[in-house]
C-alpha cells in the first residue's frame, strides 16, 4: 500500500468502491427542521436551534504528567490550541499522541499538570453542562428508555418535566429516532445509540461537544452514514464541536480546522485548514483538494514534511 | 511483488526470511467438530428437550424413592414411602401445625433477612462507591463474615434469651455481611464512563450516586437477595433445632423424639417447596422490575 498511496488512480478506485454502494441518508426529517439557521423562529418547543450564544474555548500551554509505577510520563507537552464559535475542530494523532487526554482534561474530567483551559475566559476547573461529552461506547443510561436517557441531563440541570420532554422530543426528532423513544438501549444498533448520546448531549444546550472518537466502534458504513449525519447535523445547529480521532479521513471529511497531534510525548505538530465547502457529501472524497488535504495529514503522521500542507 | 521492497524499506524495516519449521505433513481431516446438542456448550437447547430434562430432574428422585420404598428393602420406620409422607402432611395439616410452624418460620426469614438487607443496602452502595468507607469497613465484615454464624448461636441465647430475638439476630449476622460485600462489588463495576457522562451532563456527586449508581445495581441487589435468602433459610431451621417453640425446625426435632420419620421428610419436603418458591419470586421480580437487565 505504502507506494501505492500518492497515485491518484488508486484513490479513485478506493473511493469508487466507498461511494458506489452501502452509502444511505439516515433517516431524520430534514424536511422538518432548518437546514440552514432558520430566518424565522422555529415552530417547535422553544427555539433549542440553532445554536446563537458566542463560545471561545482557549488552551493555552498545557501539559499532562502521569505518574506511573515506571515513574513519570508526559502525555501532553505544551499544547496550545483554541475553537471559536460555530467552528468544527479535530485532533487527529496515533494512539499514544495523548488525544483522549486532551479532551477529558477539556472536559474537566482530569486536572493538567500545567497550563490551563478556559472557556469564554473562565478556566476550567472541572466539568460542567456547557461542555457536553460524546464517548466512543456510547455510555447510554441501559435502564432509561431512549427519550429519558435524553432528558436525563435537563432532569439532572432542574429543568420541569414538561419542558424536559419536550426538549427531548425535539432533539429525538432532529437525530430522527422519533419513533424509538420507548425502546431501550439495548434494542438499538451502535449507530443509533451514538444518534441519542448526541441528541441527549445536545439537549443540554453545550457550549462546545466534545467528541472522543465516536464512530471508532461502528463498522465502515455505519460509520460513513454517521458522519453525513454529524456534518448536517453541526451545519443546521451551528454548535461548536471539538472531536478526536485516529481516522485522518474522517477529520478531513468533517471539520474546518484539524490539529495534528505527535505521539511520546503529544504535541501538536501542525495545524491544517481544511480548504473545503461548510456542505460536504461522500463524493467530496475524490476531490483532489480533499485527497491533498488527506495525504499532507498521513505524511505528517508517517513523520515526513507535507509539501502539500506547507507550501 | 515488487512493490514490496520499498515498502519494507518505507518503515525500516529489513525483509528477512526465517528458517521455516518442519510441519508434519500427515494428511489432515476437513470433518472439524461432530455436532452435538446435548454437550452445547454456553448455547440453548431445544424448548421440548428442556422441558422432558426438568421433568425427569424431579421425576426420577421420586421414582426411585418410590421404587425402594415399595420394594420393602428398608424398614418404612426409616423409609417411609411417598404415600406415608403425604399421609403425615395431611396430618400436620388438619393438626394447625404445618400452618402454624411455616408461618413461625417464614416470619423470622422475613424479619431478619428484611433488617439486614436495610442494612447492607446503604452500607454496600457507599462502601462500592467510596474508596474511603471501603478502607474504614472492608476488613472488619471481611473477617466476620468468616465466622460461621451458628457458632453465634451461644452467645445470642445469652444475651437474647430464647425468644424470636435470638434467631432474628442469627439470621441477621449470617446474612448481612455476605449482602454488604456482594453489593460493594456490583458498585465497583458500575462503568466510570457512566459516571463521567453524568457529570459532563451537569450532575453532582450526589446525583450520580442516587440517579445513576443506584438503579445501575438493582438488578445485583435482587440477585444477591436471591443467594443469600438461602443462606438465611438454612439458618432458621438451625436456630430452630436448637431452641424454639415452633417452626419447621422445631417440628423436625419433635418428630425425631417420636421416631416419625414420614413428618420428617414431610417437613424437608415443605422446606425445600418454600425455598424454591422464593427463588422463583425472586426471579420474577427481576423479570418484572429490571426488563434492561434481563434478556
Known amino acids: ?311 | 511483488m515488487g512493490a514490496s521492497v520499498p515498502v519494507c524499506s518505507t518503515f525500516g524495516l529489513t525483509p528477512v526470511t526465517p528458517a521455516s519449521p518442519s510441519f508434519s505433513t500427515a494428511p489432515r481431516s476437513t470433518q472439524g467438530m461432530k455436532p452435538s446438542v446435548f454437550w452445547r456448550l454456553a448455547d440453548d437447547i431445544p424448548k421440548p428437550m428442556s422441558t422432558a430434562l426438568m421433568v425427569l430432574s424431579i421425576a426420577v428422585p421420586f421414582g426411585l424413592w418410590w421404587l425402594v420404598a415399595s420394594l420393602d428393602l428398608v424398614n418404612d420406620k426409616f423409609l417411609p414411602s411417598p404415600i406415608q409422607v403425604a399421609q403425615a402432611l395431611g396430618r400436620l395439616w388438619t393438626d394447625g401445625f404445618l400452618l402454624g410452624d411455616t408461618a413461625a418460620s417464614i416470619m423470622r426469614v422475613t424479619v431478619g433477612f428484611g433488617l439486614a438487607a436495610l442494612v447492607s443496602v446503604p452500607i454496600g452502595i457507599a462502601m462500592g462507591a467510596f474508596a474511603s468507607v471501603r478502607s474504614l469497613l472492608e476488613p472488619i465484615s471481611g473477617v466476620v463474615r468468616y465466622m460461621p454464624a451458628p457458632a453465634f448461636i451461644p452467645l445470642l441465647v445469652i444475651y437474647l434469651g430464647l425468644g424470636e430475638a435470638p434467631k432474628i439476630a442469627l439470621i441477621f449476622i449470617g446474612t448481612v455481611f455476605f449482602n454488604i460485600l456482594m453489593v460493594m462489588d456490583a458498585v465497583k463495576f458500575v462503568p466510570k464512563a457512566l459516571l463521567e457522562t453524568t457529570y459532563t451532563l451537569g450532575g453532582q456527586r450526589r446525583q450520580a450516586l442516587f440517579q445513576v449508581i443506584a438503579p445501575y445495581v438493582v438488578p445485583n441487589i435482587i440477585d444477591t437477595f436471591r443467594i443469600n435468602i438461602a443462606t438465611s433459610w438454612n439458618l432458621v431451621v438451625v436456630a430452630e433445632l436448637v431452641a424454639a417453640e415452633n417452626g419447621l425446625g422445631k417440628r423436625i426435632v419433635l418428630a425425631q423424639k417420636f421416631f416419625n420419620t414420614d413428618e420428617i421428610f414431610a417437613c424437608l419436603l415443605i422446606l425445600g417447596v418454600i425455598g424454591f418458591a422464593l427463588d422463583l419470586s425472586l426471579r420474577g421480580l427481576m423479570k418484572a422490575t429490571c426488563k434492561w437487565a434481563v434478556d
Open chain 1, 1 to 311: 500500500m505504502g507506494g501505492g498511496l500518492g497515485s491518484p488512480s488508486v484513490c479513485r478506485a478506493d473511493l469508487g468502491l466507498v461511494g458506489s454502494a452501502h452509502y444511505c441518508v439516515p433517516a431524520y426529517p430534514s424536511t422538518l427542521l432548518p437546514i440552514h439557521p432558520p430566518t424565522h423562529p422555529p415552530t417547535y418547543p422553544s427555539t433549542p436551534l440553532p445554536w446563537t450564544n458566542t463560545m471561545h474555548l482557549e488552551i493555552n500551554r498545557l501539559s499532562k504528567q502521569f505518574d506511573t509505577r515506571q515513574g513519570p510520563v508526559l502525555a501532553l507537552d505544551d499544547i496550545n490550541m483554541h475553537v471559536e464559535t460555530g467552528e468544527f475542530v479535530c485532533a487527529v494523532g496515533a494512539s499514544g499522541s495523548g488525544k483522549s487526554t486532551l479532551l477529558r482534561l477539556v472536559a474537566g474530567l482530569d486536572m493538567p499538570t500545567a497550563g490551563e483551559i478556559t472557556v469564554d475566559g473562565q478556566v476550567v476547573m472541572g466539568p460542567g453542562s456547557d461542555r457536553g461529552m460524546i464517548f466512543q461506547s456510547y455510555t447510554l443510561y441501559p435502564w432509561m428508555t431512549v427519550q429519558k436517557n435524553v432528558e436525563f441531563g435537563l432532569k439532572l440541570q432542574g429543568v420541569g418535566s414538561k419542558e424536559r420532554r419536550e426538549m427531548a422530543s425535539y432533539y429525538l426528532e432532529v437525530v430522527g429516532l422519533t419513533k424509538f423513544s420507548r425502546s431501550l438501549p439495548k434494542q438499538l444498533s451502535g449507530g443509533m445509540k451514538q444518534r441519542v448520546a448526541i441528541a441527549r448531549t445536545l439537549a443540554s444546550r453545550p457550549k462546545i461537544m466534545l467528541m472522543d472518537e465516536p464512530f471508532g466502534a461502528l463498522d465502515v458504513q455505519t460509520k460513513e452514514t454517521m458522519q453525513q449525519f454529524m456534518l448536517d447535523l453541526w451545519n443546521r445547529t451551528g454548535v461548536s464541536i471539538l472531536m478526536i480521532t485516529h481516522d485522518v479521513d474522517e477529520a478531513v471529511f468533517l471539520s474546518q480546522r484539524i490539529y495534528v497531534l505527535t505521539a511520546h510525548p503529544g504535541t501538536i505538530q501542525q495545524e491544517v485548514f481544511v480548504d473545503l465547502p461548510r456542505d460536504r457529501t461522500y463524493t467530496i472524497r475524490r476531490d483532489r483538494a480533499f485527497q491533498d488535504t488527506r495525504e499532507g495529514i498521513m505524511d505528517l503522521l508517517r513523520g515526513k514534511t507535507a509539501p502539500a500542507l506547507v507550501g
